[in-house]
């Protein structure tokens, strides 16, 4: 029995075009209560392939290893799609209610409980980039080595510079030093004014 490897996408597969992106998608643009053109669609598109690279340190373009290709092109669709779902009016009302802790209205009381995150002392998992579950899982298998480690040290609240030296160390003799000249109290009393270009 032989194993036929998958087929290589083709080359031009990144950035994807508007057309694929939906095709590929469930959600109607146009249909939304605030519907998108194609002309906003190809903003929000161009910017998620501006963003995806910026944070995953990686070009989205033929020069992405194949095996990469499918979950870059996954990624770009979820970000365009919670672009346009964070931009509707209906989000901007309710975007802070995953915040509340606690509500009470009347008789009725409702606590809600945080996922463990940055903020409550994540150990394990992956760190959250981006809300999006799928997405993040997406994000951080597109981060270099470099980026997964710039993002882990950024969310659990270290300096991503923390291990780069900012300054060296030498080590200087100043047993014989007495100042700026060696003989500085001198300096004055001997040979006045003209030490320093003065007659």
Known sequence: MSVTPAPSPP???LPPTLAQIKQWSRVDFSG????YTDEDLQVRLTRAVADLAAITGRPFDD???PFLVPIAQEAVQLLVEQMCFQEQSD???TVNDDMIQSFTAGNYSETR???RGRHTGMTTGL???NPNAWLNRDIWLLCTPAMQDYWSMSINGVSAFA???YQEVT???WGNYGGLYPDDWRLSYEWGSAVWGVP
């Open 11 to 13: 080359a031009a597969a």
């Open 163 to 165: 291990n780069v030296p």
């Open 32 to 35: 939304l209560e605030d519907p």
């Open 171 to 173: 080590e200087a003799d």
């Open 63 to 65: 020069t992405m290893p």
């Open 113 to 115: 409980t945080m996922e």
């Open 127 to 129: 760190p959250q980039i």
């Open 91 to 93: 989000y901007s009302e």
